[in-house]
């Protein structure tokens, strides 16, 4: 569950969306952000919920979007860190959310009413602007992940995905998946996640810890992994440079 803790006056959250806003659209905001700590398995949202609040993952933080089926199987489409928000971005908020938003890595989240971010949005064109763009960017990443899941193999996704969660994570090269974790992010069974993962395993790319994997060869994984991940960050520095998590640069 989301723990609210006191927000720390002057300083803006590890979030580089946020950090992307200018001075002054930053302040039309600031004096409304909350703090909050989240676990791994928090539901931020539920199928048919209202919007009422924008959530932002700060530092390792990570939310995945993960849509019910008919079988009873949630399918995983995206991942949301501190490139981002999830929740009420474009539309005024107060609509119901189509999918299930939950907490994949724990950490620190800020948190903003819609009808706050609404009202500075109405504003100030440039704050409009930055949301508007990130809308386009997270739609990017639905767009690929539905190509991703069309043409490329599972050894594949496999690889795409764990990078995809090192990136998020500042670059750690321990990473908190589960193999149950990586099925529901590949939408397939746990024996054919176990099977990728004993290849890379007896290639010396990874090993597996409790609850987490260890990346012995980021290069070799990368090798593996198709470029889904390089298109999504090619488009983030088009549309808003600096923005999608790079290990190097951030801080």
Not at 2 to 13: E, F, H, I, K
Not at 37 to 64: I, W
Not at 166 to 184: C, F, I, K, S, Y
Not at 214 to 235: F, G, I, Y
Request: proline share 5%; glycine share 8%; aromatic share 6%.
């Amino acid at each position: 569950m989301l723990t609210r803790r006191d927000t720390t006056a002057g300083v803006r959250p590890f979030n580089n969306l946020l950090r992307r806003l200018n001075d002054a659209d930053f302040a039309l905001i600031a004096p409304h952000l909350t703090e909050a700590d989240a676990n791994a398995g928090d539901v931020l949202y539920n199928p048919g919920d209202d919007v009422e609040t924008v959530h932002f993952p700060c530092g390792p933080s990570l939310v995945s979007y993960m849509v019910p089926n008919e079988d009873g199987r949630d399918v995983e489409t995206i991942l949301i860190g501190r490139e981002g928000a999830v929740g009420g971005i474009v539309s005024q908020g107060y609509l119901p959310a189509y999918t299930r938003i939950m907490v994949k890595f724990a950490g620190p989240f800020v948190r903003l009413a819609v009808g706050k971010l609404g009202a500075a949005k109405s504003k100030s064109p440039t704050l409009n602007n930055v949301f508007a763009r990130y809308a386009d960017c997270m739609l990017t990443q639905i767009f690929q992940s539905t190509a991703c899941n069309a043409i490329h193999s599972i050894e594949q996704r496999t690889a795409k995905w764990i990078i995809s969660a090192m990136e998020r994570t500042n670059g750690e090269d321990v990473v908190p998946l589960t193999h149950e974790q990586l099925a529901t992010l590949l939408g397939v069974g746990r024996s054919y996640t176990s099977r990728v993962i004993q290849i890379f395993k007896a290639d010396g790319i990874l090993e597996t810890r409790r609850g987490a994997i260890l990346v012995c060869d980021p290069d070799a994984l990368r090798a593996r992994s198709c470029l889904c991940n390089e298109a999504v960050k090619s488009h983030f520095e088009e549309v808003l440079r600096g923005v999608y998590p790079d290990p190097e640069k951030d801080n």
